[in-house]
């Protein structure tokens, strides 16, 4: 609170939408320091769409930044993840919010690239459909289908089985999982267009993550 000090005005009243506007914060954010006790001497008053509502004057916010403060999180009452909403920054605290995070945007994939629309993908692919084709049909963007493949194991594995069907030289190949074959010969006398088969992507990638790392 000290930081926003000079914009507190003595005069008004705080409700904690105003206290989350002056502190850049998010409600529910504000809503938690309120009530782990790290905003007092509010009062509840009546809100306009009924219930109750903390408010504190402009004069109780600015005690309030005066005062030295030292946070205790008690870990035994509340979850780490709820701590970590109010300032935690334990082990603990990071590691529940990590997976929280994560549980949430795993959450968040799965209702954009369904399970209906992995199985047709897989299906177009191993039918020799490009993958970006592939995409576009079932009405997901590259991203989607490759950054599942990234966490995914399970579509990972098949999407690779299927994607045998877009090798152009053939898996038994020489050049197959080769530069010459990602890249193909399209100038050449006996034109070859670029390979997106799994092996070849799989050069592909195993040469971007040695760049990443010598970079």
Known sequence: MAPY????????VYTVRKVAAL?????TSVSGLVNHGFLPGSRLRPHARGGRQHVWTGKQLLRIAQRPVRVIYDHE??????????GCRCPACV????????????????????AEQRKRVLELVAAQK???????????????????ANWD??????????GWSLCVLGQEHPQCSTPSGYRGNEGGTAGRPPCRGTGCREW?????QQERAAA
């Open 5 to 12: 000090a000079d914009q507190i005005d003595p005069a008004e």
């Open 95 to 114: 590691q529940a919010h990590s997976v929280e995070s994560l549980e949430r945007r795993r959450a968040l994939a799965e209702e954009a690239f369904t």
């Open 130 to 148: 490009p993958v970006p084709e592939a995409a576009q049909e079932v009405g997901v963007t590259l991203h989607q289908v490759y950054g599942r």
């Open 77 to 86: 009452k509340f979850a780490a993840a709820t701590l970590y909403r109010v």
């Open 153 to 162: 194991l399970d579509f990972a594995e098949a999407f690779d089985e299927a």
């Open 23 to 27: 502190l850049g914060m998010a409600l």
């Open 204 to 208: 592909r990638r195993g040469t971007s």
